[in-house]
Every structure is written in C-alpha cells, then in structure tokens.
C-alpha cells in the first residue's frame, strides 16, 4: 500500500505554492493515505471478463427526437416577466456605471 510521507506532502505543497503548517501536513498525510487505499481497493476487484463502458445506461433512453417547433413570439416570452420594455426583460443593474 503506498503511503505519503510527510516529505511528500511537503513537496506537493510547494508545487502548488501553498505554505502548510505541520497540523495541515499530518491531516493532508492520513486523507491522501486513505485515498490511496480507497484507490487500491477499486483496482482489486476483479474486472477481467467486464466490458469497458462510460456510462452504464444507454444515452438513448435520456434524448427525444428533434423535432421543430413554434417559438415564442417575443410578447409570449415576456409576457411572465415582473418587468419588461420594449419587447426586452428588465432587471436590476448589477454593475457600477460605465
């Protein structure tokens, strides 16, 4: 089972330019250790006769048929809108003037 050492830690840490403290460094060790066994654990079962897949139920079930419909005319689509003018939905500026 590999294990992190503490150097390790250290030196991912001074990969992603992060200053980590020795309480940081010891809880970085015990979760990236069981990670690692989790990691383990997956690559032991045993998967020979399994079929490589990327997702385990078929994409067709989830699409419909393309079909053109009609679209909202603009009074339609605004018509629900607490605020409109002109045609155009009206919201609350959000940034300082330019």
Do not use: C, W
């Not at 809880?27 to 654990?41: C, M, P, T, Y």
């Not at 079962?45 to 699409?63: C, F, I, K, R, S």
């Not at 048929?65 to 009609?70: A, H, K, L």
Request: net charge negative; proline share 9%; no cysteine.
């Amino acid at each position: 089972m590999p294990t992190f050492t503490k150097e390790e830690i250290v030196h991912l840490g001074d990969l992603a330019r992060i200053a980590l403290t020795d309480e940081e460094i010891t809880r970085l060790q015990g979760d990236l250790n069981v990670i690692a066994e989790s990691i383990n654990k997956v690559q032991e079962v045993a998967t020979d006769d399994v079929e490589p897949t990327a997702n385990p139920v078929p994409l067709e079930a989830y699409l419909r048929p393309d079909v053109p419909e009609t679209p909202l005319t603009q009074a339609e689509a605004t018509a629900g809108a607490p605020v409109s003018e002109a045609g155009m939905f009206v919201a609350p500026r959000i940034l300082g003037q330019e």
